[in-house]
């Protein structure tokens, strides 16, 4: 029981946080989806009273992304994010430029939301890609795609695809991190201590997707992107 205790206390903060900001997310997008999709069976069993119309329905469907999956994993985003840290060898901070990069990467493509399909192949892909820029020594693809349960196929396309969707832009300025820093500290604070609505919005909403692209200090981004109300979209990718 101690040593389990101690392999758990050996997780980084940054871990945990950011596997529960995402998982929040990927369940809120989940309930989403299926609203969706029960909307547009009422609309195809409308269609098929009239002739020829079905096609309509079958031009709405949105194109389908690399990092969907078919099924939803059986391991929890938590305890895969946890495998990466065990297995995987990063350094606390690869974590933080790696939700650098998925901001990058979502606001890019907005009509991508975070879900229970996708999230392990973000995840694994984002780690991959922050490692590599971050730590001077890291694994290869082959291996992260044995960590990630992937083939290393599928592991080199998600790579080439991550890296085309944020434009290679793989630089982060200190203050980009310290303000990435400051929005995962908030997040931090509101596991902590949850608000007693169940409908509440986490604090992290009012900063996500919000931070400026110019380099500024984490109060000032902070206090800027609490007043911004025109993220409302990108706030469904990562935020509740």
């Known amino acids: 029981m101690t040593m389990a205790a101690e392999d758990q206390a050996a997780v980084p903060r940054v871990v945990s946080i950011l596997s529960a900001l995402l998982e929040r997310v990927a369940e809120r997008n989940d309930v989403v989806a299926a609203v969706e999709r029960r909307i547009r069976d009422v609309e195809e069993d409308d269609d098929q009273g009239e002739d020829g119309r079905r096609e309509t ?83 290869n693809n082959a291996y992260f795609a044995r960590v990630g349960g992937i083939s290393l196929m599928e592991m080199n396309y998600l790579e080439v695809d991550f890296l085309f969707g944020i434009a290679f832009d793989l630089n982060v300025t200190p203050a980009v991190f310290a303000s990435y820093c400051a929005v995962l500290q908030t997040e931090m604070a509101y596991l902590e201590h949850p608000p007693p609505s169940i409908d ?38 990562l935020t509740v």
């Open 57 to 139: 329905t079958s031009m709405k469907k949105k194109a389908v992304s690399a990092f969907q999956g078919l099924t939803k994993p059986a391991i929890s985003v938590g305890g895969y994010l946890e495998r990466i840290f065990r297995f995987a060898g990063c350094s606390p901070s690869c974590y933080v430029v790696a939700y650098i990069y998925l901001d990058r990467f979502l606001r890019r493509r907005p009509a991508l939301a975070v879900d229970s399909f996708n999230v392990h192949r973000l995840l694994i892909t984002s780690v991959l890609t922050a490692v590599k820029f971050v730590d001077d020594i890291c694994y």
């Open 200 to 237: 509440a919005v986490s604090p992290t909403s009012l900063l996500q997707h919000c931070l400026p692209d110019q380099e500024v200090d984490a109060a000032a981004t902070a206090a800027a992107a609490a007043t911004k109300a025109g993220c409302h979209r990108h706030q469904q990718q």
